[in-house]
């Protein structure tokens, strides 16, 4: 039973361009959250999504966007990359009503922004 | 605001107790969970409470009161293997899967 993949691993882009990253929840699981986690802190909630539509959303300007897929796969898509955006981000999946309050993360993508 | 108040670094020696204080002030609250991240790795799942009380699993045990804005996560019989960062985390909605994390608490457990 494959658990949350994550693409790409590690991404380098430039001040000003666009990334997406994209998360595969494991097999059965029909909810996605995104985290941001910069190095030495703990996870920071941007948003989730359920029944491809953004659920709830924490305090991240609307620069980060994303989608969620009929497969329940989901995309994080951020524009105008800042420096500060460099973090690994985190996928995380649930199934509601079951089990609820577990979530399983991914191994994250770490994005350097230079 | 919001935030979670939990130590930085913590250490211990095998076979040992040790236990990880969380404090919280939010303005939504369904329960606290327990996660453990070892370096480069993924959080992983370690407990969760909603109600006052204690929760025991293995050798973790979590307890939460809520009166208190307080939990702990209890760790028995330390191994080598649970030196890792250990975040509390506050569910602001019912289903428990939009958390806001503390900062973490690395945990270096010798020999």
């Known amino acids: 039973d494959a658990g949350v993949t994550q693409s790409p691993t590690h991404l380098i882009k430039t001040r000003g361009q666009q990334v997406t990253l994209r998360c595969s929840p494991k097999?059965?699981?029909?909810?996605v959250s995104w985290y941001q986690q910069a190095l030495g802190q703990g996870p920071q909630f941007i948003f989730q999504y359920y029944e491809e539509e953004e659920r709830q959303r924490g305090n991240f300007p609307d620069r980060f966007s994303g989608h969620q897929f009929p497969n329940y796969s989901s995309e994080l898509n951020v524009n105008a990359l800042l420096l500060g955006d460099s973090a690994l981000y985190l996928c995380?999946?649930?199934?509601?009503?079951?089990?609820?309050?577990?979530?399983?993360f991914g191994p994250g993508t770490r994005l350097t922004v230079t | 605001g919001q935030s979670l108040e939990q130590p930085s670094e913590v250490t211990a020696v095998e076979g040992a107790i040790v236990q990880i204080n969380c404090t919280y002030q939010?303005?939504?609250?369904?329960?606290l969970s327990w996660y453990q991240q070892h370096d480069g790795g993924a959080p992983t799942f370690l407990s969760y409470?909603?109600?006052?009380g204690l929760e025991e699993t293995g050798r973790f045990s979590s307890f939460l009161s809520r009166s208190d804005s307080y939990g702990y996560l209890l760790l028995q019989e330390l191994q080598m293997k649970d030196s890792a960062s250990y975040f509390c985390a506050v569910s602001f909605n019912q289903a428990g899967t939009a958390l806001i994390f503390g900062k973490g608490t690395t945990l270096s457990v010798s020999s």
């Open positions: 409470n909603a109600l006052d």
């Open positions: 939010t303005s939504g609250f369904y329960g």
């Open positions: 995380a999946s649930s199934l509601e009503g079951l089990a609820y309050h577990e979530q399983y």
């Open positions: 097999s059965g699981h029909d909810t």
